[in-house]
Nanobody, 114 residues
Framework: QVQLVESGGGLVQAGGSLRLSCAAS????????MAWYRQAPEKQRELVAT???????TYADSVKGRFTISRDNAKKMVYLQMNSLKPEDTAVYYC????????WGQGTQVTVSS
């Protein structure tokens, strides 16, 4: 059963921007803290950004000042605006609940060329 569907990834040059979207199905979406994660090849999945039910956000140091997480509870969507992209941002990006993760979706590939 598909619960999380990420989209919006692609290939961009360093310094470029992408906006990722995550559609969450079912459950009481609005009460959960949500997050974006990423996983580069042969690396562990890492937490990129979180957003609380009230809109408070946190970011990994590596993306702070460049990425912005947001949510639309009515649409049950989470977004990640990524600006000033760097090659080291290359990874598969996933959304999920910050706590009590759902099964992982397929993610969306972000590739940043130098």
């Amino acid at each position: 059963q598909v619960q999380l569907v990420e989209s919006g990834g692609g290939l961009v040059q360093a310094g470029g921007s992408l906006r990722l979207s995550c559609a969450a199905s079912g459950n009481i979406f609005s009460i959960y803290d949500m997050a974006w994660y990423r996983q580069a090849p042969e690396k562990q999945r890492e937490l990129v950004a979180t957003i609380g039910s009230g809109g408070r956000s946190t970011y990994a140091d590596s993306v702070k000042g460049r990425f912005t997480i947001s949510r639309d509870n009515a649409k049950k969507m989470v977004y990640l605006q990524m600006n000033s992209l760097k090659p080291e941002d290359t990874a598969v990006y996933y959304c999920n609940r910050r706590w009590s993760n759902l099964p992982w979706g397929q993610g969306t590939q972000v590739t940043v060329s130098s």
